[in-house]
């Protein structure tokens, strides 16, 4: 017998929820595609991170910084905390960071749900809100939406119980790349009941440019019960540092603060975080790159009649066919896009604005794997 198949007493009573668990399935690493198949020239869609890379100024804030890592951080994260708070025209007690906004929606699941209660969205969001809310015990009310995979934010009104605890929304949604209309989203807080935590995961906010798009932070004094969650691994360019943080009413966020690890944000990330956040220029000239490669992919596939979801997030999802046997095809040619099956969308691909390069040897791989 395998050493990993033999079953033994310390297993068999696991945490509620653990047992079931489906772990989350990251983008292929470039790396690992090299090894797998021998392939010198990888090129990697797959996780919408920033083709531009990090700010200039976070990287050589982090080289200055590099031999006082021996300290701990700031576990407050004070600067950056001061920082968020002013860009947000909220008080710094309103802000909780995180190692990723990843971590942060776990500290959600920590505080507000156990075995018993429930949290509802929607089948076609984020991959996280189900391991987050299993991993506690939670009970997960899964809600479809029709139209464009989105969420259907009625029927997500409606399956909200006497146990709902959390509703977790992405606005932008991903893997879809569709946003929700101010309109659309006040409507759904002004019938939430106000002992419901909603999140809005604004992962993508910044790079959202069209005029209904709603800043979900700036309603948090009318909606106590509102939480928002941003992101530093996006437009920021700062993916594999690890930084993200939620932007709540302060009774929440010190709950949040209280079972946050103290160090859960690096000396480094925090440095970096901060010296991005100052470097509005390259933010600027990374929003306007992803609306250009969003326009020309976009242009590409509505010339070979391919269907894609309207997308307002540095990603755009089209629909292939059999996506897994085309995931393959790509996978051969060193192209690394992402299958989104187990959203329930075997029919799609994910693919992330990359440079111009990036995206034109996407769309000759695309054309060979499709003929
Ligand atoms: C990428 C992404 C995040 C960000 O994850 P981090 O942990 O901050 O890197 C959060 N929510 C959604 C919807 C995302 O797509």
């Not at 007493?9 to 079931?20: D, N, Q, V």
């Not at 990603?315 to 959203?343: H, K, Q, S, W």
Request: glycine fraction near 8%.
């Amino acid at each position: 017998m395998n050493a990993d198949t033999v079953m033994f007493p310390a297993l068999e009573t696991l945490a509620p929820g653990i047992g079931s668990l489906q772990p989350y399935i990251p983008g292929k690493p470039i790396e690992e595609l090299q090894r797998e198949l021998g392939l010198r020239e990888v090129i990697k869609l797959a996780s919408n991170e920033n083709p531009l890379g990090p700010s200039p100024r976070a990287v050589e804030r982090m080289r200055e910084c590099l031999s006082e890592v021996y300290r701990y951080p700031d576990g407050s994260g004070f600067r950056l905390r001061a920082a968020l708070a002013a860009r947000h025209g909220v008080t710094a007690a309103q802000i909780t960071l995180g190692n990723g906004s990843n971590d942060v929606l776990d500290l959600v699941a920590r505080v507000f749900l156990y075995p018993g209660v429930e949290a509802v969205f929607s089948r076609y969001a984020f991959a996280v809100y189900p391991i987050a809310t299993q991993a506690v015990g939670a009970r997960a009310r899964v809600v479809d939406a029709s139209i464009d995979y989105g969420h259907d934010l009625e029927a997500m009104s409606q399956a909200v119980t006497d146990h709902t605890r959390v509703v977790f929304i992405a606005n932008p949604n991903n893997p879809t790349g569709g946003y929700l209309s101010s309109a659309a989203l006040q409507t759904f807080m002004q019938h939430v009941p106000p002992r419901v935590m909603v999140v809005v995961d604004e992962a993508y906010a910044e790079y959202v440019v069209a005029p209904d798009y709603p800043d979900a932070t700036a309603w948090i004094t009318e909606y106590p019960n509102l939480m928002v969650t941003r992101t530093f691994s996006k437009a920021f360019g700062l993916a594999g540092l690890r930084v993200g943080y939620a932007v709540s009413h302060s009774r929440v966020a010190d709950l949040l603060n209280r079972v946050r690890q103290p160090f859960n944000t690096s000396l480094l990330a925090q440095e970096a975080a901060l010296a991005a956040l100052g470097d509005l220029d390259h933010l600027q000239r990374s929003v306007l790159h992803n609306c250009q490669g969003l326009r020309w992919l976009s242009e590409r596939m509505s010339e070979w009649g391919l269907p894609v979801i309207a997308s307002v997030g540095n990603f755009l999802t089209i629909e292939v066919g059999d996506a897994m046997a085309i995931n393959e095809r790509l996978l051969a040619c060193g192209c690394i896009v992402r299958p989104i099956g187990n959203y329930g969308m075997p029919r799609h691909l994910r693919v992330s604005i990359g440079t111009a390069s990036e995206l034109e040897q996407f769309v000759r791989d695309l054309r060979q794997c499709l003929a």
